[in-house]
């Protein structure tokens, strides 16, 4: 077991800028636990490392990443927390569990840096823990949609940050968000044909969120130049289109567009095939809970439901000593993610030291935060799920991969069983039991089951995490569970 005064978990934008902030502004020993193989979280996802004649050369997916400055910058800063000895960087390492301690926090990883066969764990005790764990990106079901090929947003735009790898020559994107246009220009500079982005919403929602675009004005700037290298690669861009099935004998072929009409249903008659040898959708993205739901931090909904961790003007959550920042606080980007850490790294300084980040700082984090907040809440309104989303939906269509539920036997348990919400059909009929745990599905069956995101679940043990290594916990730090008074070292 080793302690410390901070405990970072995500070296994203958050992160990144929680760890810099607090180096710089105090002398607290911080240690920053992420589960990916290099900083830099969703948006600076780094290439996988690779040896040999074919190891890609990361200056070729630099153009992929948007204020590289900035990010070296904070490497820079981590660096010389290291080069102090007050900052330990613990890549591939995946907290599966946060506790309460006499001291602060336990904090449980397993170090997956060492292949399958050895998965150490480790036990952290931190005076004061932030969680910056960022998001994931949301899927929904279609006829077809798991067939080899197809994909969310996030997953193609992964595959070629992390791999430099075009996951298909003719490509579709569809779903909603301002995410397919960096991911549609990312793909078309890199050799794919993007026959084509299907946004489901129309840009005429954004009419109704022009007090936030006047704040953010910058953003337009940013939309304007992926609009202008969508048109340089002759992208088309489809609004009011939805993909509604995939095709293919092995992988996927061709995929079913409908348009669809003003309250989001598809119009019949409307269908348009396209031939495709990848496709990705994504609907937005949802805050990786885990930890904080474990932890029971207070949660709120944000504007379409979803939860996300309730935080103060200063990122502290309602429980002492635990801050939050970034997407786990509700999706917005990158810049107000960079924000948000710096914010809680100046409560972070502020609790644990009779020092101060300058005030003058704080208060400009505080306003941009506001302003982005407000326009996160905007593409939130502007791009919402469409009401006609399982509209084309068939019993057969599988809703949960892992466990293989069809659709049939999910409202099957929601129209015969009475089922209300996920956890009843969960409990019904496996969907959101398998390896994913319902990060795939369980958004999904909650919408099925209620009309509306389904609360936060709950998931004791946040990674998969090998026998041997639970085994191996010495002294296992038993608190109970906020939710349901189950002790962690009874897993
Ligand atoms: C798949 C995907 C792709 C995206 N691509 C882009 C893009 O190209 N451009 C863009 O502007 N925005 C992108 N976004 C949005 C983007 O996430 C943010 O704007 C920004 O990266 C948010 O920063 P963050 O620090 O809050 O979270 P993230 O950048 O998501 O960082 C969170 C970090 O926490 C780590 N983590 C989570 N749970 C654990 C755990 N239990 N143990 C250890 N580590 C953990 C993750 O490995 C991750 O590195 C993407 C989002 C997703 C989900």
New binding site residues.
């Given amino acids: 077991m080793s302690t410390t005064d901070v405990l970072v978990?995500?070296?994203?934008?958050?992160?990144?800028?929680c760890a810099a902030t607090i180096l710089e502004h105090s002398s607290l020993s911080v240690v920053v636990?992420?589960?990916?193989h290099g900083?830099?979280?969703?948006?600076?996802?780094q290439p996988a490392p690779a040896v040999g004649a074919d190891a890609l050369d990361p200056a070729e997916l630099a153009d992929?990443h948007?204020d590289r400055a900035r990010f070296d910058a904070l490497l820079h800063r981590l660096e010389q927390g290291r080069t102090d000895g007050r900052l330990q960087l613990r890549s591939q390492?995946?907290?599966?569990s946060a506790v309460p301690d006499m001291q602060g926090y336990a904090v449980h990883?397993v170090d997956r840096g060492r292949g399958p066969s050895h998965v150490p764990g480790s036990t952290t005790v931190a005076r004061a823990l932030v969680l910056?764990?960022?998001?994931?990106?949301r899927a929904l079901p279609f006829p077809g949609w798991d067939l080899p090929g197809v994909m969310?947003?996030?997953?193609l735009?992964?595959l070629l940050?992390a791999g430099g790898v075009v996951a298909g020559r003719r490509v579709a994107l569809g779903g909603t968000g301002p995410?397919l246009l960096?991911?549609a220009a990312?793909l078309a500079r890199h050799g794919a044909t993007v026959v084509g982005v299907y946004e489901a919403n129309r840009p005429a929602r954004w009419l109704r969120e022009g007090r936030a675009v006047a704040r953010n004005a910058g953003k337009l700037g940013e939309g304007a130049g992926y609009a202008a290298a969508l048109l340089r690669h002759r992208v088309p861009v489809r609004a009011g289109r939805m993909v509604v099935a995939a095709h293919g004998a092995d992988r996927v072929e061709a995929i079913t567009l409908a348009r669809l009409d003003r309250a989001g249903h598809p119009v019949p008659g409307s269908d348009q095939r396209v031939a495709v040898d990848a496709v990705g959708v994504g609907w937005g993205?949802s805050p990786?809970l885990?930890?904080a739901v474990t932890l029971g931090v207070d949660l709120t909904p944000d504007v379409a439901g979803t939860e996300v961790v309730a935080v103060d003007d200063a990122q502290r959550t309602s429980r002492p000593g635990v801050y939050a920042?970034?997407?786990?606080?509700g999706?917005?980007?990158?810049p107000?993610?960079?924000t948000?850490?710096r914010l809680a790294a100046a409560a972070v300084v502020a609790d644990l030291t009779d020092g101060r980040v300058p005030a003058d700082v704080v208060s400009s984090a505080r306003r941009v935060v506001t302003r982005q907040r407000a326009f996160a809440t905007a593409i939130l309104r502007a791009h919402p799920v469409p009401a006609g989303w399982a509209d084309r939906l068939a019993p057969d269509t599988i809703v949960c991969r892992c466990e293989e539920v069809t659709l049939g036997a999910v409202r099957a348990a929601i129209d015969e069983r009475g089922a209300r919400d996920a956890r009843q059909v969960k409990q019904l009929t496996r969907t959101g039991m398998g390896w994913c745990q319902g990060r795939v599905c369980g958004y999904a069956a909650a919408l099925l089951s209620s009309g509306r995101p389904g609360p936060a679940v709950e998931r004791l043990v946040?990674?998969p995490v090998p026998l041997g290594t639970l085994g191996a916990l010495a002294e296992p730090t038993a608190r109970p569970s906020r939710r349901t008074g189950i002790s962690d070292d009874a897993m």
């Fill in positions: 978990v995500g070296a994203g934008p958050a992160g990144l800028a636990v992420d589960a990916g900083p830099g979280g969703q948006y600076w996802r992929l948007h390492h995946h907290v599966w990883a910056a764990t960022g998001a994931f990106d969310t947003v996030g997953g735009q992964a940050k995410f960096p991911v990312g993205f990786q885990d930890l920042a970034g997407e786990v606080c999706v917005g980007g990158a107000l993610a960079l948000e850490g946040a990674a």
